[in-house]
């Protein structure tokens, strides 16, 4: 059942189906699982999106049209869209009919790479380190396409605080040159 919140991102959705004539087309057959508001500190706020994994493609299509208009809608607020992954555990047994590993898709690191390219989707990750400080804490840095860096400079802290969010992780965005 969705909650309040849920239903009012996807009203506005539903009304962006109706009134954007270009938006049309390809959002009459998408829908959204879930929806989540998360702080991004200094009163900022983001919206979190969760899409079906197999309607991720389709919603990446026109991702920079919706996150433009949404973002439209719900002012002073960041969207990001995520596709809803499983993760299975470590003791993962298979059911009788079939045999095998399991996925290496469905691993904790393979879906929080994941999850940081939906993140900083529509520019590409460039690289990746791993910082490990003295203290134990380890901190990823990640590079971003420097073509891309006027257009998501200021999305930064907001990437940043939506992946500890749903993660447990830190992280910092820098460009490459």
Known sequence: ??????AQVAQELLNLEMTST????SLSNLYITAAK???????RKAIIIYV???LQRSFQKVQARLVRELEKKFSG??????????????SYARSQKTKGLRPRSRTLTAVQDAILEDIVYPTEITGKRTRCK????????????GRDQANVEGRTDTYAAVYGKLTNKQVSFHFSS
Request: net charge negative.
């Open 1 to 6: 059942e969705p909650d309040e919140f849920e």
């Open 22 to 25: 270009e938006l049309k087309a």
């Open 37 to 43: 508001e998360v702080d991004c500190g200094a009163g």
């Open 134 to 145: 003295v203290d134990g804490k380890r901190i990823l840095k990640v590079y971003l396409d």
């Open 77 to 90: 607020r960041h969207v990001i869209i995520v596709a809803q992954r499983n993760i299975l555990g470590k």
């Open 52 to 54: 079906p994994f197999k």
